[in-house]
């Protein structure tokens, strides 16, 4: 058997799109796909204006530009979350401010944010892991009593909502990836969600390397020249031709990825009750998008001999992110706004399963039984 972490999923229209898109005769950015896919975000997320880009790193850092940080500005984080969430921050000399993390979701733990607030914070950015939103009511009272910017980072989070809200559309930006790891791909993609009209404008000039070429095009303007800050964040009309095809889609994607979800969350609920490890909790008020089913472990020491006995029957299970906090550059360019212990804890003891559509049947009740052999046989 070979089971890698993950597969790309096509839904069988990407060829067709893009053959479209040959024909539509435009192949930079803005052609008729990216409004297509703009719009299918726009519709299903509510957000005022969604601007597709390269990737989500390059729409954190359009928000960095957008906001205005300068050498010194703090900006609120988890130390557990991908590189890019911090160094869309630093690449305008901005000072990442790390604080723990949820036991529970392993998301931000907002009751940490308040703390770490100075005069120098400018923003926060909730992080969404694995597709569970964070407790963005608190986060949403805190930015407003303090003044401050919240930067949804949803790179795992299309579909996902909080409450009633989609993930991305409740701060004042919001974040998406299309990288080939997520629900909903492109290759390479991302998607900025600007929640307030006010940024929309400037937006739109800084993802057109600085110039206000979006409004020519819509004739609001005679000619086009340079206007402020910017650099080139967005993709070809072939790439946003792909990923139409994969938003026609997203629904089912969503669906058949919750299926596999629930049958891993079912054949790993026994060794729960067995103190062997524990599932993902969602709360109640989240709905997630399955965009990855992870496991904690009951200590660091089991996590080598899981990966092990599961890559020996060809199953590639992976753990996830080693805290920015400790990392060579964490430590250079940001430092911690709090204890770390959660996530340098829960961060030694996690793992994640194979999780893609067409994953065969059998296995998570198999991943269940090297999972429970492993764990016991260490002990
Ligand atoms: C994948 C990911 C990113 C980066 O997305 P790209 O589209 O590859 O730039 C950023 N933050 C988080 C939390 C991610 O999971």
């Known amino acids: 058997m070979h089971i890698p972490f993950n597969r790309p999923h096509l839904t069988g229209r990407e060829h067709a799109y893009i053959d479209e898109a040959k024909g539509f005769g435009v192949l930079a950015g803005d052609g008729e796909f990216t409004r297509r896919c703009s719009r299918w975000l726009e519709e299903t997320t509510g957000t005022r204006r969604a601007?597709?880009?390269?990737?989500?790193?390059?729409a954190l850092e359009m928000t960095a530009i957008l906001i205005d940080i300068r050498p010194g500005d703090e900006v609120i984080m988890p130390s557990f979350t991908f590189v890019s969430t911090a160094n869309a921050f630093v690449l305008r000399g901005g000072v990442p401010v790390f604080v723990d993390i949820r036991p529970d979701t392993l998301n931000i733990d907002e009751t940490l944010i308040e703390e770490a607030?100075?005069?120098?914070?400018r923003a926060i950015v909730p992080v969404h892991y694995a597709g569970v939103g964070c407790e963005m009511p608190t986060i949403m009272d805190i930015a407003a009593r303090r003044g401050l910017i919240v930067i949804e980072d949803a790179a795992q989070a299309i579909c996902a909502r909080y409450a009633s809200r989609a993930l991305g559309s409740i701060g004042h930006f919001g974040a998406l990836s299309f990288h080939e790891t997520k629900n909903i791909i492109s290759g390479e993609g991302g998607a900025l969600l600007l929640n307030d009209p006010a940024h929309v404008a400037r937006a739109e000039i800084i993802r057109e390397k600085g110039t206000n070429r979006s409004q020519f095009f819509r004739g609001e303007v005679d000619k086009y020249t340079w206007m402020d800050l910017g650099?080139?964040?967005?993709?070809?009309d072939l790439t946003a031709a792909f990923l139409y095809a994969q938003m026609e889609q997203a629904e089912e994607i969503t669906r058949t990825r919750l299926r596999i979800w629930a049958t891993y969350d079912a054949a790993l609920a026994p060794l729960e009750r067995?103190?062997?490890?524990?599932?993902?909790?969602?709360?109640?008020?989240?709905?997630?998008?399955?965009?990855?089913?992870?496991?904690?472990?009951p200590d660091a020491e089991a996590r080598p001999r899981v990966i092990a006995a599961l890559r020996a029957r060809g199953i590639h299970a992976?753990?996830?992110?080693?805290?920015?906090?400790?990392?060579?550059?964490?430590?250079?360019?940001?430092?911690?706004?709090?204890s770390m212990s959660v996530t340098e804890d829960s961060s030694g003891r996690l793992l994640r399963l194979p999780m893609w559509i067409g994953l065969p049947d059998e296995v998570p009740a198999l991943v269940a039984k090297i999972i429970a052999e492993a764990i016991s046989g260490g002990r």
């Open 231 to 236: 650099s080139s964040y967005l993709p070809g």
């Open 274 to 297: 067995e103190g062997l490890l524990r599932r993902p909790i969602v709360p109640a008020h989240c709905t997630h998008n399955a965009h990855m089913y992870y496991i904690m472990l």
């Open 51 to 58: 601007l597709l880009t390269h990737s989500c790193t390059a």
């Open 117 to 121: 607030i100075t005069d120098r914070t």
């Open 318 to 338: 992976i753990f996830h992110y080693v805290p920015l906090h400790s990392s060579p550059a964490g430590r250079r360019f940001a430092r911690t706004g709090s």
